[in-house]
C-alpha cells in the first residue's frame, strides 16, 4: 500500500488543546455551582460536547485524516444523535 | 514487500469505536429515561458521589490523553525515548485513576451501598436506578480503561524494542485512538453522574 502524506501535529498544540479541555472542565464544574435549574443539564452537555468534538478534531487526528473518516465519524454521530432524540422524544409524548 | 494497509486498520478501529458509541449510548439513553422518571431521587442520590474524586479523574485523563497524543509526535519524529517517557506518564494516570475509584467505590460499599446489598434493597426505587447506573457505567467505563491501559503497556514495549517507528505506527495511533475513546465517554460520564445534582 501506498503511505499517505504523514502530518505530525507539534507537541505544542497538544499542550494548548489539553489547556483548553482544562479550562472547560473549570467551566462546567463552577457553572453548577451555581443553580440554573432545567438549564444545568443543557449547559453541562453542551461543554461536554464541545469537550467531546476538540479530543475528536486533535487527540483523535480527524482534522488531518482523510474526508472518509471525517464524513464517516460525522455522519455516524448525526445519526446517533438523531435516534436518541426520537426515541426521548417519543418516551417525553406518551402518557 | 510487507503488506500493509495503514489506512484499512484505521478503520478498522473506528467501525469499532461507533460499536462502543452504540454501547455506552444504550446507557446514556437509559440514564436519560431514568432520570426523567425519578428526578428527585436522581436529584438527591447524585449529591452522594464525590465531586472532588470525578473532577480529579477527568483532570487525570484528560493529561493521559494529551501524553499519549505527544507520543505518536514524539514516535514520528524519531523520539523514541520520549515516546516511551510519554507512555509511561499515560499508564501512570491511569494507575491514579484506577486508585481513586478504588477509595472512591470502596467507601461506598464500606457503608453497604452496592448492588444486591441489603441498604441497597431498602431504598426507593429512584435512589436504586441511580446507584445501578452508576456501578455499572462507571465499572464499564473503567473495564475500558484497564484494557485500554494493557494495551499501551503491548505498545509501549514495542517502541521502546523499535517495531513501533517512525515508519511504522498505526498500532500505536489506534490504541490512542481507543484511549481517547475512555476520554470521550468520561467526558459524558463525569457531568451526568457527579456534577448534575
Known amino acids: ?95 | 514487500m510487507e503488506h500493509r494497509d495503514d489506512v484499512g486498520a484505521k478503520l478498522g478501529m473506528w467501525i469499532f469505536i461507533f460499536t462502543e458509541i452504540l454501547l455506552f449510548g444504550g446507557l446514556f439513553l437509559v440514564y436519560a429515561i431514568m432520570r426523567n422518571h425519578y428526578p428527585t431521587a436522581f436529584h438527591q442520590a447524585a449529591h452522594h458521589l464525590n465531586a472532588f474524586i470525578g473532577t480529579l479523574n477527568t483532570v487525570v485523563l484528560l493529561i493521559s490523553s494529551a501524553t499519549v497524543a505527544m507520543s505518536v509526535t514524539a514516535v514520528q519524529k524519531g523520539d523514541r525515548k520520549l515516546a516511551v517517557i510519554l507512555l509511561f506518564i499515560t499508564l501512570l494516570c491511569a494507575g491514579v485513576f484506577l486508585i481513586n475509584k478504588y477509595f472512591e467505590w470502596g467507601h461506598k460499599i464500606h457503608i453497604g451501598l452496592y448492588p444486591g446489598s441489603d441498604l441497597m434493597i431498602s431504598l426507593d426505587r429512584g435512589w436504586v436506578m441511580f446507584f445501578s447506573l452508576y456501578y455499572f457505567m462507571t465499572g464499564l467505563h473503567m473495564l475500558h480503561l484497564v484494557i485500554g491501559g494493557i494495551i499501551l503497556t503491548v505498545i509501549l514495549f514495542k517502541v521502546r524494542s523499535g517495531s513501533i517507528n517512525a515508519g511504522k505506527f498505526v498500532l500505536l495511533e489506534n490504541g490512542g485512538l481507543y484511549w481517547h475513546l475512555v476520554d470521550l465517554i468520561w467526558i459524558f460520564l463525569f457531568p451526568l453522574l457527579y456534577l448534575i445534582t
Open chain 1, 1 to 95: 500500500m501506498h503511505h499517505e502524506s504523514q502530518h505530525i501535529t507539534p507537541y505544542t498544540t497538544h499542550i494548548w488543546v489539553l489547556i483548553t479541555l482544562l479550562a472547560l472542565t473549570f467551566v462546567t464544574v463552577t457553572v453548577t455551582w451555581i443553580d440554573l435549574s432545567a438549564l444545568t443539564v443543557a449547559i453541562a452537555l453542551l461543554i461536554a460536547s464541545t469537550k467531546a468534538v476538540i479530543v475528536l478534531t486533535y487527540f483523535m487526528h480527524l482534522k488531518f485524516e482523510s474526508v472518509l473518516f471525517r464524513v464517516l465519524v460525522f455522519m455516524v454521530l448525526l445519526i446517533y444523535t438523531l435516534v436518541i432524540l426520537f426515541i426521548l422524544s417519543d418516551y417525553l409524548m406518551r402518557e
